[in-house]
């Protein structure tokens, strides 16, 4: 599986980089490719817009909005809190991982109201509990 | 402390066997080392950061450690001071209290370049045998030269 994942938190030193850590950790132990882009304090680089178009789906880990997230418009995505990640990130990339399978992600919006993640959504309608209350609760 | 550089922790910034019960005495414990080494130029001021981003959400996290944290205008470089315990300090986190307390400062309006150095200690913090070694240090400089040997640009 490919995935592709932004980081934020609300100070922008600390946790951002420790999700990104604990997601790329946690991909390699599962099998996974992850690139995960950091939009913290200490500058943030765009990731490559090929890296986008070639994963299967993006995982926002963000406490603020997700910077240019048109970018990301048509992917499946899961938008959770920095801190579902530091908690357990394993667990979150293989919830991911199943309902992306399950075809049961939402797609970011092809046009965004403005450019954040004030357009991301919880996918409606498709409630599970237990896995998308541990995700989106 | 490596040549023309300030290291981004030093052994008076370390305390090993904090004694303290509360999250907010562990953090005045570390904020008052960053005042003598002259990181921190108004110790409240500081504190007042710090507990403004605690009180939005706590900063302990699995694997006993608690993150206080500001960019704050009372700190004059990137800085961490480590304090250990045994006991554990309760901050918030749903597995236990922290027996590792790493209290981060950064300058406000810092540029990029200043904050990869706090990014790079972020990233270790998720790492286990890191948090291990840290906590089986006997010393202040041993805690110190790991930060040094272990957190690299």
Redesign the interface.
Known sequence: MRIVAVTSCITGIAHTYMAAEALEQAAKKLGHDITVETQGSAGSTAMPKATIDAADFCLFANDLDVKDIARFAGKPFVHVSVSTVLNDAASVLADCIAAFSAGALARVDAVPSSESATAVSTPSGKKKRGFFSRLFG | MATGKIALTTAELVIVGLEADTKEHATRLLAERMVAAGRVTEIEGYLEDVRL?ED??N?G??GGIG?P???SAFVTHPTVAIGTSHRGVDFGA?DGPAHLIFL?G?PDGSD?AH??I???L??????EDFRQMLREADSAKVIADIIKKEVKL
């Open positions: 981003r939005q959400m900063t996290l699995p993150i944290h500001a960019r749903h981060i950064a990029d904050l990869h706090l990014a790079a972020a990233r270790k913090l998720v790492h």
